[in-house]
C-alpha cells in the first residue's frame, strides 16, 4: 500500500518547525516515521504536507542532571542503549529496548511515539508509571505535561495544535526496583499487556509502589489497587495474588481493548499475571 | 531397483531454482507484464446465499477507461469445478443450468471488470448495481444434514456431497472384549495456505493463435480442462503455463483467476492481468476443513484394540472443492496406523454457506489423526500402559488389513519409524519389550510445565480410489558417439518443494550422465504430457517412474542409433478401487509413507502459551534422492503443523471470513519456530517407487498437532480436543481443571 501524494518540507528548528506548523493547520511531523508512515500506507491518517523535524539537532541529546532529559528525537535503541538511562530508569531501557523490530527502534524516536499514543506500545506504560513529564513547545511559549495527563483516549493526547514535543522528563529511579514486562502480539510485537512497576523498597518491604499498564485498554493507565496492595507488604505471594486482582479490577471494562486474537478478557486476565512477572523482575 | 551404485540421486544437489529466487530474478506470475495489458478486478459476491436477481454494469462501463464488464450472460458454458462442476464461473441471471444465478458463499463472482489501468478497475467495481434476493442460509454442518434445512445444491438431498461407511469385524463382538472404552469428541477449524505469492495470472493469445494463461497453479492440464470447458473451446485452444510458483500446499489445486481471465483475453484479444492482494487470497481460495469427530475405542486388558467406531463431519462450504475426496481419506484415516478387527465409521462431506474447503497438506489426515493418535493415547493411559509400546502392540504389520478389508501394499514401517521416534525422543526399552517413557526437565520457573508426545500416522501417496492414476515424461537424447545433452519433458509443478531439482536428478540417473546435461522443459501445456497434479505425495514418486520409463525407452533407441534419441511413457501405478458403499471395502491406495514425530513442549500455565523446546521427525521416505530437499519439506511441514496447532485461527461469522491479514492471522515466524527439529530419515524402500523413494512431503504435517496435545496433556493432566491450542484456550481449559487459576 502507498500513501495519497503529500508535501514535504524539513525543519532545522525547533521555532521553524512550530513556524511551519502553525502556517499549515494540516501539516503532520515527521519524525523517526515508524508510527505515522504506516498509518499513512494504510491510509488511516493522511496529511498534506510532512514537517520533518527528524534532523534537529538539539532534540537528540540524551542528558543526566538529577533527573534524566531526553530529546523527543532520541530513537528508542538509543535511550535503550544509554548508560544513564539504564542507571536512572531501567524499565525505561528494557521497554524501549523491546518495541518493534531492530528497525523500528534504530529509526523511531521517542517523542513520536509518545506523540503517537499508541496504548499497546511500550514506553508510555513505563513513562506513565514513572512519574515522567512531557515538555512540550508552541507558538504560545513551552509547558510541561505530567504523562498522566498526557494520554487521553486511543492515539489522543493533551498537545494542543501547533505544538511539539521537545523533550520526555523522567525523575531519577535509581533508588528504586524498576521493571517493565509485556506479553507481546505475535504478529507486531506490540504489547498486548504491558506492565510497568517502580518499587520503593525499604528492605525487604515495598515502602510505595507505582503501577502502570498500557495495552489493556485505551491508554497507558495507573492502577492505584494495585499499588495500594503492593505498598507495605514483602511481596509475597499473598501480595501479588491481591495485586493481581486489583489491577483487573481498575480496567474499566468499557475501555479494554479486544480483537479476535486477545480477547478483553484474557487480555484483562494477563493484566493480572504480566504484574506478577513485572514486581518478580524487578525485585530480582 | 537397480543396485548399481547411484550418481546422481541420492546427492543434495543445489537446486536449480536457488540462485534467482534468492536473487529476485526469477519471475513469480505477478511479475510478468506484456505491452499494452489490460487490468482486470473481481466483484465477489455480497452475500453468503442469495439469488442474483440481476447484474447492472451501466455505470462502470460508462467510467474512461473500463474496457469490458463480464458477468454471467458472457461465460459460454457457466459451470467450473476440480472433482464436480457444481460452481458457476460467475453467478448470475441467464443460464441454461439450473442454479448458476445462486451465489452459495462470500467467495463466488457476480462480476469482471477490465480496464486499462489497476486502480481504474478497483474504481469500476463497486460501480456495478447487483440485485439480491436473499435465500435462507446455514452455517453448521450438522444442521445442513438434517431434512428441514435450506437445500444449497440440485441433487444433493441434505446437502450431502458424499457418505463413506466403514463396516469391518463385529461391533458387538468388539466391545465385548474391550475392557477399556474411550471416548471423545475432537474438532478441528480452518487453515489458511498462507503460501507467499498471493494469486495472480497474465492471459494473453499467443503466436498460434492459442488463449493463454500464465499462472501459478499444481497442475497446468487440468487447469486447462477446466478453461476450455467453460469457454467451450477445444483442447488445443487453450495453453497454461506456470512460471515460478509461490507456495501451493494444496491452495491451487482449484481455479483462482485462470477461466475469467482466459474469458476475458479470449474476448477483447488483448494481455489481461490480474493481481491479488493478501487480503484478497486469503477471503477467496479454499481452506483446510473443519472436521468434527466423535471417536469410541476399547482395548483388551494386554493392550490389543479391538473395536473402533467413529463419525466424520467436514464442512465442505458452499461447493465441492476435493471435499469428497478429502473427507474419503479422513474415513481411511481416522482409525490410524492400527490394524483393528472391528471398525464402524461414518464420514460425511456437507455442504454449507461457509467459504469452500479442500486439499490442503494432509488432505483429511491431520484432523483424522488426532483423533486417532488421542484415542490411542487415551486407551494406554487407562490401561497404565507405555504409549509407545500400547502402540507397538497395534500398528501395522507387513500384511496387516486396512479397515477397508484389504491388505496394505507392501513396504509397511509405521514400527520401524515409531521405533526411531521414540529412541531419539529417550523412550528406553528395558527389559525388551517394555517400553518406559522419558520424563522431561522440570523447569526452574513455577509458572512453566513441560510435557512429552509422541504419535505417529501414515498417508496415501498418489490419488485414491480407483483415480486412473498416470504421469508423463518424454526424455530425448542428443548427440553423435556420446550423449550430450538430455531433454526430458515433465509438466509437474514447481510449487517450491524441489521437484524440478529432482527430476533432473532422476533423468541424469537414469541415462546415466551427469546432472549438468540435463535441461528440464516443464509446465506449459504446449511442450509437455500431462503430469497429473502436484498433490497428494505423488510428484516425485509419479513422475520418476515416468521418467524412469521414459528414459529407458529412449536409450534404446540410442543403442538403435535414432538421433535424437527420444523415449515416451506414462507410468500406470497399480489399480485401486473405490469404497463400496456399503461397507467401505475397497484397495484404496498403491503405496504409503509413514511418519512418528515426537515433541517437547513447555506450557506457560498462566498465560497458556504453548513453546516446542525441540521436535524429532522420523520419516520413511524410502530413499532420499536429495537429503536436503528431504529435510527442508520436514522442518517446513513441522512449522506449517505447529501452526494450525498453535496458533492460526481462521474466524468464521456467517461464512464471512473476519481476519483476512497475517497481521490478524497468525502463522509461526523466525521467533516462533521450535528451538530445534530433528529430522530422522529412514530408507526403507517402496517395492514400487523409482530408487525405492516414497512420496513425503505432507507425512511430517501429519502427527505433529497430536503429539503436541500429548505433550500438553503429559505436562499439565489437561487434554486440548479443539484446535488450534491457542493461549485463550489453554486458559480456559487449564483454569477450568484449577491450573495457574490467580
Not at chain 2, 480452518?190 to 499467443?206: K, V
Not at chain 2, 533432473?504 to 497434479?533: C, H, N, R, W, Y
Not at chain 2, 503429539?707 to 483454569?735: C, D, H
Request: aromatic share 8%; glycine share 8%; proline share 6%.
Amino acid at each position: 500500500m502507498f500513501p495519497d501524494k503529500f508535501d514535504y518540507v524539513r525543519a532545522s528548528s525547533v521555532d521553524e518547525a512550530i513556524q511551519l506548523l502553525s502556517q499549515n493547520e494540516d501539516a503532520k511531523l515527521l519524525a523517526g516515521g515508524h508510527s505515522l508512515l504506516p498509518a499513512m500506507k494504510l491510509r488511516l491518517a493522511d496529511a498534506p504536507l510532512l514537517i520533518d523535524i527528524g534532523r534537529i539537532a538539539e532534540l537528540k541529546s540524551i542528558t543526566a542532571n538529577g533527573t534524566l532529559k531526553i530529546g523527543a528525537l532520541a530513537t528508542h535503541a538509543e535511550i535503550a542503549g544509554n548508560a544513564d538511562v539504564q542507571k536512572y530508569c531501567s524499565a525505561l531501557a528494557a521497554a524501549t529496548g523491546q518495541v518493534g523490530d531492530n528497525q523500528v527502534r534504530n529509526f523511531g524516536t521517542l517523542g513520536g511515539n509518545v506523540a503517537h499514543a499508541d496504548p499497546a506500545s511500550d514506553p508510555p506504560t513505563v513513562l506513565v508509571a514513572c512519574n515522567a513529564t512531557i515538555h512540550v513547545k508552541g507558538s504560545g511559549g513551552a509547558r510541561a505535561i505530567k504523562a498522566t495527563d498526557f494520554f487521553l483516549d486511543l492515539y489522543t493526547t493533551a498537545l494542543e495544535a501547533g505544538e511539539i514535543i521537545t523533550a520526555i522528563e523522567v525523575p531519577n529511579h535509581s533508588g528504586h526496583k524498576c521493571a517493565y514486562a509485556k506479553l507481546e502480539h505475535p504478529a507486531s510485537r506490540y504489547a498486548v499487556v504491558g506492565v510497568a512497576v517502580c518499587l520503593e523498597m525499604s528492605g525487604s518491604t515495598c515502602k510505595s509502589a507505582s503501577v502502570a499498564i498500557g495495552g489493556a485498554t485505551n491508554i497507558a493507565m495507573r492502577s492505584s489497587g494495585a499499588e495500594q496492595a503492593l505498598a507495605g507488604t514483602s511481596l509475597d505471594d499473598a501480595a501479588l495474588n491481591a495485586a493481581a486482582a486489583a489491577i483487573q479490577a481498575d480496567l474499566p471494562d468499557d475501555a479494554l481493548m479486544d480483537d479476535i486474537t486477545f480477547p478483553a478478557d484474557y487480555r484483562k486476565a494477563m493484566s493480572g499475571v504480566y504484574l506478577k512477572r513485572a514486581v518478580k523482575a524487578a525485585i530480582g | 531397483m537397480t543396485k548399481d551404485k547411484k550418481l546422481v540421486i541420492g546427492q543434495s544437489v543445489k537446486r536449480i531454482d536457488a540462485h534467482g529466487k534468492v536473487t529476485g530474478e526469477t519471475p513469480y506470475p505477478g511479475d510478468i507484464d506484456l505491452e499494452g495489458q489490460l487490468w482486470m478486478k473481481i466483484r465477489y459476491s455480497d452475500r453468503a446465499h442469495a439469488r442474483v436477481l440481476s447484474v447492472d454494469a451501466s455505470q462502470a462501463l460508462a467510467m474512461p477507461g473500463v474496457v469490458a464488464v463480464y458477468t454471467s450472460l458472457d461465460v459460454p458454458v457457466n459451470e467450473y469445478g476440480l472433482v464436480m462442476k457444481d460452481q458457476p464461473v460467475m453467478c448470475g441471471p441467464g443460464g441454461d443450468k439450473p442454479g448458476t444465478d445462486i451465489v452459495r458463499c462470500y467467495m463466488d463472482y457476480v462480476a469482471v471488470v477490465v480496464a486499462e489501468t489497476e486502480a481504474i478497475a478497483a474504481q469500476a467495481l463497486p460501480l456495478i448495481a447487483v440485485e439480491y434476493e436473499d435465500l435462507p442460509p446455514v452455517f453448521d454442518p450438522e444442521y445442513a444434514m438434517q431434512p428441514e434445512a435450506p437445500q444449497l445444491h440440485p441433487n444433493t438431498p441434505n446437502n450431502i456431497i458424499a457418505h463413506y461407511r466403514i463396516r469391518k469385524g463385529d461391533m458387538a463382538a468388539g466391545w465385548a472384549q474391550a475392557t477399556v472404552i474411550v471416548e471423545e469428541t475432537y474438532e478441528t477449524t480452518y487453515q489458511e495456505h498462507a503460501y507467499l505469492q498471493p494469486e495472480a495470472g497474465l492471459s494473453y493469445i499467443d503466436e498460434q493463435g492459442r488463449v493463454t494463461v500464465i499462472v501459478a497453479g499444481q497442475w497446468t492440464h487440468e487447469d486447462q480442462e477446466q478453461i476450455y470447458h467453460a469457454l467451450n473451446l477445444p483442447e488445443n485452444q487453450v495453453r497454461v503455463i506456470y512460471p515460478a510458483i509461490g507456495g501451493a500446499f494444496g491452495g491451487r489445486e482449484d481455479m483462482s483467476v485462470q477461466i475469467v481471465l482466459a474469458l476475458a483475453a479470449w474476448k477483447l484479444r488483448r494481455p489481461v492481468k490480474i493481481q491479488w492482494t493478501r487480503e484478497e487470497s486469503i477471503l477467496n481460495h479454499h481452506k483446510r476443513h473443519p472436521i468434527k469427530i466423535r471417536a469410541k475405542w476399547g482395548a483388551t486388558d494386554d493392550g490389543k484394540i479391538v473395536a473402533a467406531e467413529a463419525t466424520v463431519i467436514g464442512d465442505a462450504g458452499g461447493y465441492n472443492y476435493t471435499s469428497n475426496k478429502v473427507l474419503g481419506n479422513a474415513n481411511l484415516m481416522v482409525t490410524g496406523a492400527y490394524e483393528i478387527p472391528n471398525i464402524h465409521v461414518d464420514t460425511y462431506a456437507v455442504y454449507t454457506n461457509n467459504i469452500p474447503t479442500g486439499a490442503f497438506r494432509g488432505f483429511g489426515a491431520p484432523q483424522a489423526l488426532f483423533a486417532a493418535e488421542g484415542q490411542a493415547d487415551r486407551l494406554a493411559d487407562a490401561l497404565r500402559m507405555d504409549r509407545v509400546a500400547f502402540r507397538r502392540m497395534n500398528v501395522f504389520q507387513e500384511g496387516s488389513l486396512l479397515s477397508t478389508g484389504t491388505p496394505l501394499p507392501k513396504g509397511v514401517t509405521i514400527d520401524k519409524v515409531l521405533d526411531a521416534c521414540a529412541a531419539e525422543a529417550g523412550w528406553f526399552e528395558e527389559p525388551a519389550g517394555l517400553w518406559s517413557r522419558p520424563v522431561p526437565d522440570l523447569p526452574e520457573d513455577r509458572t512453566k510445565l513441560r510435557g512429552i508426545g509422541i504419535a505417529c500416522g501414515y498417508k496415501n501417496i498418489g490419488y485414491s480410489f480407483g483415480y486412473p492414476e498416470n504421469s508423463h515424461a518424454k526424455i530425448e537424447l542428443y548427440g553423435k558417439a556420446e550423449i550430450e545433452q538430455v531433454i526430458v519433458r515433465q509438466a509437474g509443478a514447481e510449487v517450491g518443494q524441489g521437484a524440478h531439482t529432482v527430476f533432473m536428478q532422476m533423468a541424469a540417473e537414469a541415462v546415466g550422465v551427469p546432472f549438468e546435461k540435463v535441461k528440464l522443459i516443464t509446465a506449459d501445456t504446449a511442450e509437455t504430457g500431462s503430469a497429473g497434479s502436484a498433490s497428494a505425495s505423488r510428484l516425485t514418486f509419479m513422475a520418476g517412474n515416468a521418467i524412469r520409463g521414459a528414459a529407458e525407452k529412449a536409450l534404446q533407441a540410442w543403442k538403435s542409433e535414432e538421433r535424437p534419441a527420444v523415449g515416451e511413457f506414462v507410468y500406470r501405478p497399480p489399480k485401486t478401487t473405490p469404497y463400496d458403499p456399503m461397507t467401505g471395502r475397497s484397495e484404496p491406495n498403491f503405496a504409503y509413507g509413514y511418519v512418528a514425530q515426537a515433541v517437547e513442549v513447555e506450557v506457560d500455565i498462566e498465560t497458556g502459551h504453548v513453546q516446542l523446546i525441540n521436535v524429532i521427525s522420523a520419516n520413511d521416505v524410502g530413499m532420499a534422492l536429495n537429503p536436503q530437499l528431504v529435510q527442508g519439506q520436514i522442518e517446513g511441514a513441522v512449522v506449517q503443523a505447529q501452526g494450525y496447532a498453535l496458533m492460526e485461527n481462521l474466524i468464521s461469522d456467517k461464512g464471512r471470513i473476519k481476519n483476512p491479514f497475517l497481521s490478524t492471522y497468525l502463522i509461526p515466524t523466525v521467533l516462533d519456530v521450535p528451538l530445534e527439529v530433528k529430522s530422522i530419515i529412514l530408507e526403507y524402500p517402496d517395492p514400487i517407487g523409482p530408487w525405492g523413494a516414497r512420496g513425503m512431503a505432507e507425512m511430517p504435517f501429519l502427527p505433529l498437532m497430536p503429539a503436541i496435545a500429548a505433550a500438553i496433556y503429559n505436562a499439565t493432566g489437561v487434554w486440548m480436543t479443539s484446535q488450534p491450542f491457542t493461549p485463550e484456550k489453554v486458559v480456559k481449559a487449564l483454569r477450568q481443571h484449577g491450573i495457574g487459576v490467580i
